[in-house]
């Protein structure tokens, strides 16, 4: 048997090949990553075997994001046992081996290659294409609605100079007839001195007849009262602003439709959970991936970074302590939200919800609790392909 420990960066991986009695074959092998890379390693292995048979390779690489996708597939197509570990877990044993505070590529390499001796963890599988879609397509919907998070800021930044009072005016300066009134008339003497049934048609169009005529005159009112100064550079500025939200958020809505296709396609019992709509089935399929990988409940709710830390010294055992959040930070992020959600949609969590507020907790540590719940639910279903039956 023979094992190899793989360093991931992002254009290079150093590894180290050592066999059962601990013999380094190697542990200086750079390979690019690249396909002539991927293919010396191969060949490397074949090497070193004694055999042409591959179940005595195990082969061993830190979870590093995107870089490890492309060497991590290939090793798999070729046939070889590949285990993916925990970063953490390797820091930790590394330490734990030697007091010297020594941390190369190398060195990485060769402690991921001891590991595998004693390490249990699963070898790795992909998953279906769907889920690897859904992931990519959850992660980059993230990414989106962060950059369009900053350019809401920036308007607010921007509104505090020009208009600091319209703030209060409107329930939100982020509503569609806010910005359609700012896309025409960005500063508030533009507003003042417009006609008044310019205006009320402007806010009567954007907020589909919520707002008239007695809207548009409150408004020129605080419009000729404002403090707030402009220029042409912030009214520019405010209004490239508003569109490029605006094309921001049509992006994202196209990403939804996408996202939408594909967790149709897997027909997952999911979406028979009330309040978990499409974008948070995706996310929560996304994250957790095959459920074969998790034998029970429990690591599932590990994976998800929601399982109670423990503490203990002597006869002193800790009563109250946090959650670990080692897990994946989208996975909790989404049960969190589902968990709010399903508990006012379903009678069973709502009770649930109640019962553990009445006892005291603050609502952040309810709303873990229901996401607790919520986990094992979720867990089941996906283990057993059925559908979410409300409890009478």
């Not at 992002?10 to 390979?31: A, E, F, M, R, Y």
């Not at 069973?348 to 094992?376: C, D, P």
Request: glycine share 4%; aromatic share 8%.
């Amino acid at each position: 048997m023979i094992f190899v420990g793989i360093d991931v960066a992002k254009s290079k991986h150093d590894c180290c090949i050592l066999d059962s009695d601990g013999v380094i074959h190697t542990d200086s092998l750079s390979i690019n990553n690249d396909k002539e890379g991927f293919e010396k390693l191969y060949s490397t292995i074949l090497s070193i075997l004694d055999s042409n048979s591959l179940d005595n390779v195990k082969i061993g690489l830190e979870s590093t994001g995107h870089y490890s996708n492309n060497i991590t597939n290939y090793l798999y197509s070729k046939g070889f046992e590949v285990h993916i570990l925990n970063p953490l877990a390797t820091n930790l044993f590394r330490k734990a081996s030697t007091l010297r505070k020594t941390k190369t590529d190398k060195t990485d390499a060769k402690v991921i290659a001891t590991m595998l001796f004693s390490d249990e963890t699963k070898s790795y599988s992909p998953s279906s294409y769907q889920i690897q879609e859904l992931k990519s397509l959850t992660r980059h919907r993230y990414r989106m609605i962060g950059y369009r998070s900053k350019l809401k800021i920036s308007i607010t930044r921007i509104l505090d100079i020009v208009f600091p009072e319209l703030e209060g005016f409107f329930w939100s300066v982020h509503q569609s007839s806010s910005y359609a009134l700012l896309l025409q008339l960005p500063t508030p003497q533009e507003i003042s001195s417009s006609h008044l049934t310019k205006l009320t048609n402007i806010l009567k169009k954007a907020s589909r007849g919520r707002y008239g005529k007695d809207k548009a005159i409150a408004l020129k009112e605080l419009a000729s009262s404002s403090v707030g100064s402009s220029n042409r550079s912030t009214s520019f500025e405010l209004q490239q602003t508003i569109r490029l939200i605006q094309s921001v958020q049509s992006e994202i809505d196209a990403l939804d439709k996408q996202i939408k296709i594909v967790v149709d396609e897997l027909n997952t019992p999911l979406l028979t959970i009330p309040g978990i709509g499409y974008i948070l089935a995706a996310i929560i399929l996304a994250e957790i991936g095959e459920i074969r990988r998790f034998s029970t409940s429990a690591k599932l709710l590990a994976f998800a970074g929601m399982e109670p830390s423990t503490y203990q010294s002597g006869k002193f055992i800790a009563s109250k302590t946090p959650m670990v959040k080692r897990g994946s930070t989208y996975l909790r992020w989404a049960i969190l939200q589902a968990a709010r959600l399903v508990s006012m949609h379903d009678a069973t969590f709502s009770s649930y919800m109640n019962k553990k507020r009445a006892e005291g907790k603050h609502y952040s540590v309810v709303q873990s609790h229901v996401g607790k719940k919520l986990i094992r639910v979720i867990f089941y279903l996906l283990k057993n392909n059925v559908a979410f039956v409300p409890q009478m």
